[in-house]
């Protein structure tokens, strides 16, 4: 029986995905199986994974034309292929550590949604976390808001139960714009009432991806030629100790880094709060200076008041005297006509 199908989507990496496979088929864990989900793959990719079905029986091509975005919509079709009910990720230029289905496989009898400690291998050899334990509500809470993108979860070094994925129903599909394809499926698993989540204590699966640090501009040669020394490492019998000892050197540069951001940040904040104290004196003064001015305006309304009633009494009057002289001017006139 195939105790986890490990899923891998390729498409135009050729030279990466023979160290990728074998990584997988190098698990302490045998009775495996690894299903390539072809986008519309190149020639070259074509090749080597019909190769690649040709040397070993676990190895599946499913080779599907360019379909929308990543081809999202194929991995649901993966999932209905496979014929394990323990279903795995992995990108085909990242590496699997031998225990990595022997870890999750063991979280995955108590949960339904797992993953490796989580982060990646930068181009100097340095280690960094994404840091998250799937088990607290509170993260899978961060992982669930619109109004941030925070993600801890990757294609690469997750796993979930196919009875978890059938109780969603929500199959996976075409990423909408602004949401990393990972993130945006896991979500709906996330949200499930019979979701339960873990994270490994330990990184079983490196991750090497092209949208950091410059990857994107390398070559196909370039990019094996990263992977080849990490897959010399990753195969070797003391591998695992010696990714811990790596991760522990880099819990600890990120440590020292996050520290050093954490006093940039609170330099910052310092000098918020004394802009905030400063608008606040600023705003004190311009309140005073609005209330003198309403003042000034009421004053000035009232005086406005004052003399348009004064300007109303001078107009009656002058009409008062205009009807004045117009009498005396009608008398002298008849005066004017008697002594004629």
Known sequence: MTRASVLIPIHDKPTTLPLTVDTVLRQSVEDVEVLLIGDGVTDDVRSVAVALTADDERVRFLDF??????????????VGEARSDAIFYLCDDDLLLPDHVADLLGLLEEHSFVQSLNG???????????????????VVAMHLRDDIRFCSVSITGTAHTRRLYDAV?????????????????????MRHPSYSGATSPRMTALQFPTSSDGRDTWTDEARVQELRPWHALVVAPDAQDEIDRRCEAGRREQ???????????????????GEHERLGDDMTWLRDKYDESQRHLEWLTTQHAVQGRHHAAALATIEQLRAKVAHKNEVIARLRAKRR
């Open 255 to 273: 440590l020292v880094e996050e520290r050093a951001t954490i006093a940039l940040l609170q330099r910052d904040l310092a000098w918020l709060r």
């Open 65 to 78: 034309p360019k379909g929308p975005h990543h081809g999202e919509r194929y991995r649901h079709d993966a």
């Open 120 to 138: 990646e291998v930068r181009p100097d050899g340095s280690i960094r976390f994404y840091a998250a334990d799937l088990g607290d509500p509170d």
């Open 169 to 189: 129903g929500d199959r996976w599909d075409t990423t909408p714009t602004g949401w990393w394809p990972d993130h945006w499926q896991f979500r709906k698993l």
